[in-house]
Every structure is written in C-alpha cells, then in structure tokens.
C-alpha cells in the first residue's frame, strides 16, 4: 500500500512517503565477506543513509555553510555526501538572508527541511544542568531538524524556516563534554534522571536521528560516551 503525502498542488510537501521507510536495501549493498570496504561499517554494512531511501527522505538541494565549517574536516565529508547541491558560502548559521525571516518560506516549511542544510561551527560550548529528564544538556551537535513538531521552539530564533544546521566541530563539542564527565566524577546520591549514572541530553535542539543520515556526529558522540 502506497500512503500519498502530496499536496493539493499534488506535488509531495511530506519528507517522504511512509513506503519509504520500508524501501528495501539494494541488492548487493549490504553483507560481504572479507576485508572492510570503503564505506562500510564495522558489521560490513553500507550505511542506511547511503541508500535510496535515506536518498529520499533527505534530498538536499541547498547547503548554506560558514566558510570554517565548509573547510572543516566533518564539513567536507558532509559536502562530499551531497555532490549536486548547491552550496551558498554565509557568514553565520543564523539569520540567512532568503531563507531565514523569509514569510514565503512558511508555505515550504517542510520540504525547506529537507532540501536546505545548514553548516555551521558552534562557538559557545557549554554544559547546563538540567535536573528533569537528564542531569546536564550537552551542546548540541546541530539544531533544527526535519520534523514540524507544532510546539516545537527552536524555530522562534530563525524566523519562517527550521532546516538542519549540523555543527561540525564536532571534536571540540566532544573535547567539551570529556572535561566536564572528568570534572564530575562519579554520581554520589541518585535522582530522578538515573540512580547511579549522569545523563546527558545530547540532542537538545535538534534530531540525532536525523543528524546520523546527514554524517557522524551522533556516533561521535555515542562513541565518545561509550569510552
Ligand atoms: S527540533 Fe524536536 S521539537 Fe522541534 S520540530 Fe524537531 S523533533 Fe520536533
């Protein structure tokens, strides 16, 4: 069963249709025997987001990119992943002209979040308690994401457009993060967050999900937190 997600204009304005989630892995790219490919994960596997699906469900046209986060290692291999998008040099991820504080774009608000990315280097890194459903708020490695949570508030900065801005420092996010675990120590008296373990929350403003499609930020971190 196909499940439509066109407008009224009958062209697609959803991500991708829900048959897209259950697209099935070409022949050929997954298993293999032998050495690791290029490519390749450790278990051998093409990763999900270099399918025809992950294809889909982010077709990026647009990068808008800082100069230092184009140039930076994670930025180019994000760039790398999108060889036919055009890419626009900007000097901040925030307030783009044309794409942030554009009203037009309101009507676009969802297909803006999957055709447009944004790249940027993250300045402020700093760690926030939290105290509810994690003890500390780590800085995030992007904000925006590509859903369109009615409530959601990391939008009211941008202004008619929420698309993907990945950060690609990334080394620095996690060279952050090591000095504040260090700092800590280990959990003295437990909470409500976890009796014996500090949580961190590690996709404030954004979709680690979503972000993993887009390059390795997340298994960066999940990497870095399982050492
Ligand atoms: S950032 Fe979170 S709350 Fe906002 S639209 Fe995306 S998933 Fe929803």
Request: aromatic share 8%; hydrophobic share 35%; glycine share 10%.
């Amino acid at each position: 069963m196909r499940y439509s997600s066109a407008g009224p204009d009958g062209v697609p304005d959803a991500l991708f249709d829900l048959d897209a989630v259950t697209a099935p892995t070409p022949a050929g790219r997954t298993g293999g025997s032998g050495g690791r490919e290029p490519g390749r994960g450790p278990d051998h596997r093409f990763p999900f987001r270099d399918s025809p699906a992950a294809r889909r469900l982010l077709p990026v046209r647009s990068v808008y990119a800082e100069p230092a986060a184009a140039g930076s290692p994670r930025g180019r291999q994000i760039l790398a992943r999108f060889p036919d998008a055009e890419l626009i040099e900007v000097d901040s991820h925030w307030r783009i002209p044309g794409l942030h504080g554009n009203e037009g774009n309101v009507d676009r608000w969802v297909r803006v979040k999957g055709e447009t990315l944004v790249l940027g280097v993250k300045k402020t890194l700093t760690t926030r308690p939290n105290g509810r459903s994690a003890d500390w708020i780590a800085p995030g490695p992007s904000n925006g994401c590509a859903m369109a949570c009615a409530y959601c508030y990391v939008p009211r900065r941008k202004g008619y457009a929420n698309p993907i801005t990945v950060f690609t420092n990334i080394d620095g996010i996690i060279a952050h993060l090591a000095r504040h675990v260090a700092r800590l120590g280990p959990k003295r008296e437990p909470n409500q967050c976890d009796e014996t373990a500090w949580v961190y929350d590690i996709g404030e403003n954004g979709d680690c999900s979503v972000d993993a499609l887009i390059c390795d930020n997340t298994a960066d971190l999940v990497r870095a937190f399982s050492r």
